[in-house]
């Protein structure tokens, strides 16, 4: 009886840290609980930078883009932006302003400009001419067609409105490394604690607390692992150590893209429950 309690706490899978982040592309936010909606967890990707053509900006372009921090004030609906000892505070509430078309990836999605003193404020922060935009709630932008349950839809997240990646996993790949690497270079809205490396890639049904989850595909990299979060210096790894164990069909994989059934809140410290 004692080894098989030691193996179920060996084996339990509980969910040790939430991560949103809202603008996309740059610094995250660590919560202790979140309300998951339709299109991801409550303010995740929402906003996102885009240039002249309307075309969304990455660090994968400009890699100072990781050097902006994000705070957020739940009670007063505000971001709070914050690079090089300078703040901009912009409000999170619905914007009574003209639509505008934007590009992300194959996607093309009705957004509108925060304000131009907003993008005035980021153009020169970036020293790339760009606007900021928010993306409503309801405005549709929906998940590929091939993977979705239920029409479901994304944020401005690459693709899919969650992602989940395993403390173990992690664990796998530095130990592979001579340098380890943070798991904000993934940039994962759920991490957990317990099981194995790399078992995320095969859930499927799964809960957290009262919401019922589906992993629909594991997650293709690119170069913005590379970046260090902290100086928006670039390197080789972990990419190029991951390619030697985890590529296959020409993409490298690393966590677990996810779709949400219910729309209940999440609480760091809920058992994961495979199904």
């Given at each position: 009886?004692g080894?098989?309690i030691?193996?179920?706490?060996?084996?339990?899978?509980?969910?040790?840290?939430?991560?949103?982040?809202?603008?996309?592309?740059m610094?995250?936010?660590?919560?202790?609980s979140?309300?998951?909606?339709d299109?991801?967890?409550?303010?995740?990707?929402?906003?996102?930078?885009?240039?002249?053509?309307?075309?969304?900006?990455?660090?994968?372009?400009?890699?100072?883009?990781?050097?902006?921090?994000?705070?957020?004030?739940?009670?007063k609906?505000?971001?709070?932006?914050?690079?090089?000892?300078d703040?901009?505070?912009?409000?999170m509430?619905?914007?009574?302003?003209?639509v505008?078309?934007?590009?992300?990836?194959?996607d093309?999605?009705d957004?509108?400009?925060?304000s131009?003193?907003?993008?005035?404020w980021?153009?020169?922060?970036?020293?790339?001419?760009?606007?900021?935009?928010?993306?409503?709630?309801?405005?549709?932008?929906?998940?590929?067609?091939?993977?979705?349950?239920?029409?479901?839809?994304?944020?401005?997240a690459?693709?899919?409105?969650?992602?989940?990646i395993?403390?173990?996993?992690?664990?796998?790949?530095?130990?592979?490394?001579?340098?380890?690497?943070?798991?904000?270079?993934?940039?994962?809205?759920?991490?957990f604690t317990?099981?194995?490396?790399?078992?995320?890639?095969?859930?499927?049904?799964?809960?957290?607390?009262?919401?019922?989850?589906?992993?629909?595909?594991?997650?293709?990299?690119?170069?913005?692992?590379?970046?260090?979060?902290?100086?928006?210096?670039?390197?080789?790894?972990?990419?190029?150590?991951?390619?030697?164990?985890r590529?296959?069909?020409?993409?490298?994989?690393?966590?677990?893209?996810?779709?949400?059934?219910?729309?209940?809140?999440?609480?760091?410290?809920?058992?994961?429950?495979?199904?």
């Amino acid at each position: 009886m004692g080894l098989g309690i030691s193996l179920y706490t060996m084996y339990k899978r509980i969910l040790s840290e939430i991560w949103i982040y809202p603008i996309k592309s740059m610094g995250g936010i660590r919560l202790r609980s979140s309300k998951v909606m339709d299109k991801g967890l409550q303010y995740d990707r929402r906003w996102m930078l885009v240039d002249e053509e309307g075309v969304f900006l990455t660090q994968r372009l400009s890699p100072r883009m990781a050097l902006f921090n994000i705070s957020i004030d739940t009670v007063k609906k505000q971001l709070t932006v914050s690079i090089d000892h300078d703040q901009y505070t912009l409000s999170m509430q619905s914007l009574d302003s003209p639509v505008i078309r934007a590009k992300i990836w194959d996607d093309e999605v009705d957004v509108t400009e925060v304000s131009a003193e907003c993008s005035k404020w980021f153009s020169e922060k970036l020293n790339v001419k760009c606007r900021l935009v928010s993306f409503p709630e309801h405005n549709p932008r929906p998940v590929n067609p091939l993977f979705a349950s239920n029409n479901e839809q994304v944020s401005l997240a690459d693709g899919y409105p969650i992602l989940v990646i395993g403390e173990q996993s992690l664990a796998d790949v530095n130990a592979r490394l001579q340098e380890p690497v943070p798991m904000n270079r993934f940039r994962p809205n759920f991490i957990f604690t317990g099981g194995t490396a790399y078992e995320e890639d095969t859930w499927k049904n799964f809960r957290i607390g009262r919401n019922r989850f589906l992993g629909v595909k594991p997650c293709g990299r690119c170069i913005m692992t590379t970046i260090n979060q902290q100086t928006a210096e670039q390197g080789k790894e972990p990419l190029a150590t991951l390619s030697t164990y985890r590529k296959r069909d020409n993409k490298i994989y690393f966590g677990q893209n996810v779709l949400a059934i219910d729309h209940h809140e999440v609480t760091e410290g809920d058992e994961i429950i495979l199904e």
